[in-house]
């Protein structure tokens, strides 16, 4: 979607924003908030993995020993 020459937001079947995607995120709209929501919710995932590999890894060590 980030690459697309066009993005149409819609709600309720009415286009309500359209652009490409630099413009779109830097208007105070739908689409800026769904991208913050979506980024935020990657973040912490990709946060939580590396504590659950951490974890694992910390587990393993003293396995080791």
């Known amino acids: ?3 697309a020459d066009l993005i149409l937001v819609m709600d309720k079947g009415r286009i309500i924003q359209h652009g490409k995607h630099d413009d779109l ?3 105070d709209g739908t689409y800026r908030q769904i991208f913050e ?3 935020r919710i990657e ?4 946060e939580e993995i590396k504590t ?6 910390e ?3 003293p ?3």
Do not use: K, P
Request: cysteine-free; proline content about 0%.
């Open 1 to 3: 979607v980030m690459d």
């Open 25 to 27: 995120v830097r208007q």
């Open 37 to 39: 929501i979506q980024t």
């Open 43 to 46: 973040s912490e995932l990709e």
């Open 52 to 57: 659950h590999d951490r974890q694992a890894q």
């Open 59 to 61: 587990a393993i060590l």
């Open 63 to 65: 396995a080791m020993d």
